[in-house]
Each structure stands twice: as structure tokens, then as C-alpha cells.
């Protein structure tokens, strides 16, 4: 390569370099950058401007930064409509909830052309359910449409797995004792016969056989999902409702859907619809686990073969000690109790580490979980062996 064509790339390397840093750093003309922008890019500029602002003023240099969407429908909607000629999905949710947090737009969303003209997540949909109770009855027919083209997206993306990961598991928790050869379990028979161990010989004797059944159609586990709605927990509740619908769908698995914040409310009637679940929560509000888990606790009709699934960030505002005391008698019974801190691709949010730790010392880790993962714990529950915790330094263990 000549020297001319390297120093010409090697300046066009350069170029795009301070053309994407007066993106980032948003000041006057130039912003020591040496480079102005024009066409597209002064666009894209002016939609980043509008959320973010310019920086502050320093040294006499610059604008001093401030929002610029306005409080009126047509100007967001122009932005809007701009952010998502100029910016990828992943990033237009991104401003779209910066929008709604910095610039205080959730009024606007109570307006019908504004949710026709917002791409829709998880987070949208969380925002929606805040706004449920404010929201004129104009508005609640688009905000349901939302709403379920999210829901429907998340079954697609989960439903497959999730039965195929639970109906394999519901299969190696019917254990039959005259399995045919592919379907010995082989830990569990080894476990059995270990009393006939022939030292001489090195090797086990398997006088009984453990072997894997097949689960028939009628109900062989039961789930009992337990969700925290105060607000921190939106993204939880969204996909709990939806992962309750999915469980709710499979034969083998009777399911059950309570939400609570100081009020407890069963769900489990409107399980074949999540989009009716989600509007029948009230995201916000106080925390009672103890009273939620007491409810949950009475729905016990089966204890070793149920599965409680606490979905909360453990902000107690009931009687600790008699939540813990339900915890240790539910495990004591033969309950698998499963305690997630969010249920969401964003990690743990904030939690109470006093009563994980206390959890933890029960028996019952509480660690966050991802959407993907969700399926492997619970299959994971069923079959009763150790959750699949992410990683070592996760709340799980109940240490900070």
C-alpha cells in the first residue's frame, strides 16, 4: 500500500474518531474536537441534545445543558419519530426510558398517539402498569395493544424452552424401580446399593434399579408463584406473568399466580391470559411478604411436590421472624422454595442483605435470575437438586 492511501485511511480513522467524540461530548461546534457536524449527523446531534442536553458550563465555554423536548405531544412525537430513523432499537428503548425518568414525559404516555409511537419493552410495559389507575379509559385499549405485542414477543422467545427444559425434568422426577436400560439413572442407582459394596472387587452390586419414568398427563408438580409488585420489581412482574402463563399451559405442572405489595391477590384465574395478570397487578405500594407467603402457604396440598417461587427484593414490611418462621416450616415439609431478587436481564436490584442471609442460613439462596435462565431452576426445583445460582459472587450466599 502506497504511503499516500495509509495516511488518507489512517486520516479517515481519524475523522470518524472525533466525529463519534462531539457526538459523545455534545458541546458548541467543535468542543475541541476540531470536527462540526452537518447533515445526519447534526440531526442525530439535535435528538441526543433534546434528552441529554449540551454539558455543563465550564470556564465560560459552552451552553449550559438543558432538556429540549418540551412538555407538548407533537414535539415528542417528532423526537420520537427521530430517534428511531437515527439510532438502532436497542438504543431507542434506551432514550425512550431516559425520556420518561429525566424529562418526566409519563403524562404523555396517557395519550393515545404517544404509545402508538413508542417502541415497546419490558420497561414500557412496567411504566403502563404504574400509570394503570391514571390512565382515561381512550387511552386503555392502545395501552393493551402495547402490552401484548410485548407479552406475545416474550412468549416466542420463551415458551419452547421453557416446556421443553420443565417436561424433561417432570420425566427424571418419575423415578420407576424396573426402568429398562436407557433409562437407569445411574447416580441415583449407585446411591441405593451402596450398602453392597465388594471391596474385593472394586464395584457395587445393584440388587434395586432407579430409573427415569415418563410423566404421565395428569398433574405431577405444583408451582406457586409469589411476586413482589412494589415498583422496583416492574420488570419481574412482566416476566413472572408471562413464564406463569407458560407453566400454567403444561399438564403436568398446576400453577398458581399471587401477587402482593401490603395485600395479597391470587391471579392463578387469569393465568390463560398474562396480559389480564398484568393489569390486574398495582405496581407500587408497601411490601408484606410474611402476610403473601402465609396465603401461599394455606394453597399447600402437596408439600413434597411443590415448588414456592418468591420473586421479591426482600423489603420487608410485615413481621420478619414470622416470614422466616414460614420459610423454615414450608422447607421442613418438603417444599422446594426457590427465593429470586429479580427476575430480569438487568441483575439484582436493590435488596434487603439481612434477610437474604437469613434465607440463605434456611436453606433458601437468594440470588437474581435471568429470563433465559429461569427454565434450568425450576427444573432444577422439580427435580430437587441444587439451583444453578449464576456465579459465586451473586447474593445467593446472602453476603454483600
Known sequence: MAVDQVDELSGGVRDERMRRWRLVLGGDE??????????????MDGALTALYGRGDKK???????????????????????????YFPSSVVQVMQRDAIDRLGLSALLLEPEMLEAVDADV??????????????????????????????????RLATRTRATLTGALDRSARINRPRHHDIDWNRTIAANLKNYLPEYRTVVPERLVGYGRASQSVKKEVILCIDQSGSMAASVVYASVFGAVLASMR???????????????????????????????????????RALAYCQSQITRPAETVVVLISDLYEGGIRNEMLKRVAAMKASGVQFVTLLALSDEGAPAYDREHAAALAALGAPAFACTPDLFPEVMAAAIEKRPLPIPDAGNPANGRP
Open 30 to 43: 467543535a468542543d475541541g474536537t476540531g470536527c462540526a457536524l452537518g447533515g445526519q449527523d447534526a440531526a
Open 59 to 85: 470556564e465560560g465555554r459552552g451552553r449550559d445543558r438543558s432538556a429540549g423536548l418540551g412538555a407538548s405531544a407533537p414535539s415528542v412525537a417528532r423526537w420520537l419519530g427521530d430517534i428511531r430513523t
Open 123 to 156: 420497561h414500557l410495559v412496567g411504566t403502563l402498569l404504574s400509570l394503570n389507575k391514571a390512565m382515561p379509559e381512550t387511552t386503555k385499549e392502545t395501552a393493551r395493544a402495547v402490552v401484548r405485542k410485548v407479552v406475545e414477543d416474550l412468549e416466542k
Open 252 to 290: 403436568s405442572i398446576d400453577t398458581r399466580l399471587v401477587v402482593f405489595d401490603t395485600a395479597v391477590v391470587d391471579l392463578t384465574d387469569q393465568l390463560d391470559d398474562p396480559v389480564d395478570v398484568l393489569f390486574g397487578t398495582q405496581l407500587g405500594g408497601g411490601t408484606d411478604i410474611n
